[in-house]
């Protein structure tokens, strides 16, 4: 809530307007509708045991306890490109944690897995994360979802192979089970989709086909307005569009309303008064002398600048608040929808950033919450220790990407 105390100091100080907290408010409106909508979708899937299922699904996957680190890191790296990543490890602590002592091997390697997995997964599309979502809507970058897709699918698809063989040569060896315990868990293991009963499911659940379908349509809008040129619709307006269908068609809608994470929203919310308090008293201008990017003319040589502040400032202040703290001054340097390439190394560095340390994404921070009240053991030592090679092999990978333009 520091954020939101921030944004109050500010208005009581006259840094922003009372003008200029109104525009930083509606600025911030596409977002939160967005990621309300987004976790609208995430609770309705949880209380219809869909990501439950999905997630024993994948569990199954593996042919060994051994084996579960690498199953899990491009399963739930998949998944975090679709469901906002704070919505998913809200899913999955639980879940593995549960499975852990089950098959009676130490949690925190699993929990290990999930953080660093949403991370690298999340970075593919402005469904991944919040920052990505900051991004694809005040960057101005048009048809976000193909753009993203367009300069981030290969990285990610690499990094995704990657971690999957990292984790599973370094944090392999912690999971070993009896196999009598993890035979036991597999014989679960359910089919992707389940045989018969599916007009009942989907009355009772009509999340289980208006979430995919809401995605569908999102997806294919942007992709046709990308290659027809032709008008592009926002992905927030579909999504939330899919959503307010969500609550007309559901039953149990005070429910839904409490599974959403209101302190994210309130959180973005706070986040632009605070911005817009910092560019009124100077202190973006003063930050661009500090952290000095070329301007959009000089190409590529702007790539390491962005990459480089973007790899080291979400450790100070999380990834989020420093994606809301750089659009501005990128913008302010004539960024726009006309060089996706600087906006894509910023959205994407700094996602993969939350890899080095706790404080580098607020997913790792609702892990670490969660495993603590559990008695389970997230150190920052730890966390460092194999978050921060992956962090440096993937950032590395997605630098070569984008400055060849692969």
Same mark, same amino acid.
């Given at each position: 809530?520091?954020?939101?105390?921030?944004? #109050?100091?500010?208005?009581?100080?006259?840094?922003?307007?009372?003008?200029?907290?109104?525009?930083? /408010?509606?600025?911030?409106?596409?977002?939160?509708?967005?990621?309300?909508?987004?976790?609208?979708?995430?609770?309705?899937?949880?209380?219809?045991?869909?990501?439950?299922?999905?997630?024993?699904?994948?569990?199954?996957?593996?042919? &060994?306890?051994?084996?579960? =680190?690498?199953?899990?890191?491009?399963?739930?790296?998949?998944?975090?490109?679709?469901?906002?990543?704070?919505?998913?490890?809200?899913?999955? +602590?639980?879940?593995?944690? !549960?499975?852990?002592?089950?098959?009676?091997?130490?949690?925190?390697?699993?929990?290990?897995? /999930?953080? @660093?997995?949403?991370?690298?997964?999340?970075?593919?599309?402005? #469904?991944?994360? =919040?920052?990505?979502?900051?991004?694809?809507?005040?960057?101005?970058?048009?048809?976000?979802?193909?753009?993203?897709?367009?300069?981030?699918?290969?990285?990610?698809?690499?990094?995704?192979?990657?971690?999957?063989?990292?984790?599973?040569?370094?944090?392999?060896?912690?999971?070993?089970?009896? =196999?009598?315990? @993890?035979?036991?868990?597999? &014989?679960?293991?359910?089919?992707? #989709?389940?045989?018969?009963?599916?007009?009942?499911?989907?009355?009772? !659940?009509?999340?289980?086909?208006?979430?995919?379908?809401?995605?569908?349509?999102?997806?294919?809008?942007?992709?046709?307005?990308?290659?027809?040129?032709?008008?592009?619709?926002?992905?927030?307006?579909?999504?939330?569009?899919?959503?307010?269908?969500?609550?007309? +068609?559901?039953?149990?809608?005070?429910?839904?309303?409490?599974?959403?994470?209101?302190?994210?929203?309130?959180?973005?919310?706070?986040? #632009?008064?605070?911005?817009?308090?910092?560019? !009124?008293?100077?202190?973006?201008?003063?930050?661009?002398?500090?952290?000095?990017?070329?301007?959009?003319?000089?190409?590529?040589?702007?790539?390491?600048?962005?990459?480089?502040?973007?790899?080291?400032?979400?450790?100070?202040?999380?990834?989020?608040?420093?994606?809301?703290?750089?659009?501005?001054?990128?913008?302010? /340097?004539?960024?726009?929808?006309?060089?996706? &390439?600087?906006?894509?190394?910023?959205?994407?560095?700094?996602?993969?950033?939350?890899?080095?340390?706790? /404080?580098?994404?607020?997913?790792?921070?609702?892990?670490?919450?969660?495993?603590?009240?559990?008695?389970?053991?997230?150190?920052?030592?730890? @966390?460092?220790?194999?978050?921060? =090679?992956?962090?440096?092999?993937? @950032? +590395?990978?997605?630098?070569?990407?984008?400055?060849?333009?692969?």
């Amino acid at each position: 809530m520091s954020f939101a105390a921030g944004a #109050f100091l500010a208005v009581a100080s006259g840094l922003p307007s009372v003008g200029g907290t109104e525009q930083a /408010l509606g600025t911030s409106a596409p977002v939160i509708l967005f990621l309300f909508s987004l976790f609208l979708f995430a609770g309705a899937l949880e209380r219809a045991g869909a990501l439950d299922h999905l997630a024993r699904w994948i569990l199954g996957r593996a042919r &060994t306890a051994s084996e579960l =680190p690498a199953v899990l890191f491009l399963g739930f790296g998949v998944a975090a490109a679709f469901l906002v990543n704070d919505a998913l490890v809200l899913i999955g +602590v639980p879940l593995l944690i !549960s499975v852990a002592r089950r098959i009676r091997v130490p949690p925190a390697p699993l929990l290990l897995v /999930l953080a @660093f997995s949403v991370t690298v997964g999340s970075v593919l599309t402005p #469904f991944g994360n =919040p920052q990505n979502l900051l991004v694809s809507i005040e960057s101005g970058v048009s048809a976000p979802v193909s753009t993203f897709l367009r300069y981030l699918l290969l990285p990610t698809a690499i990094n995704l192979g990657v971690g999957a063989w990292y984790v599973h040569r370094t944090l392999g060896a912690q999971v070993r089970a009896d =196999p009598a315990d @993890f035979d036991r868990l597999r &014989t679960e293991r359910p089919p992707l #989709f389940p045989s018969g009963g599916w007009g009942e499911r989907l009355r009772r !659940s009509p999340v289980l086909f208006l979430f995919p379908g809401t995605m569908a349509v999102a997806i294919t809008l942007d992709v046709t307005a990308a290659l027809t040129n032709g008008p592009v619709i926002p992905i927030w307006e579909t999504v939330g569009a899919g959503a307010i269908l969500l609550l007309l +068609v559901s039953s149990g809608r005070t429910e839904l309303f409490g599974r959403v994470d209101w302190s994210i929203l309130i959180l973005f919310g706070a986040l #632009f008064v605070v911005v817009a308090a910092l560019v !009124s008293g100077g202190v973006i201008a003063a930050a661009e002398s500090v952290f000095p990017i070329p301007g959009p003319g000089a190409g590529s040589a702007a790539l390491a600048p962005i990459l480089g502040t973007s790899f080291l400032g979400p450790q100070v202040v999380s990834n989020v608040p420093w994606v809301a703290l750089q659009i501005p001054i990128l913008t302010g /340097l004539g960024y726009g929808s006309s060089t996706p &390439t600087a906006w894509m190394a910023l959205a994407a560095g700094s996602t993969l950033a939350g890899n080095v340390t706790l /404080l580098g994404a607020a997913s790792n921070i609702i892990v670490a919450d969660l495993a603590g009240r559990e008695k389970i053991p997230f150190r920052l030592g730890t @966390f460092f220790r194999y978050g921060a =090679p992956l962090a440096a092999i993937t @950032f +590395v990978v997605l630098a070569a990407c984008l400055y060849f333009g692969l």
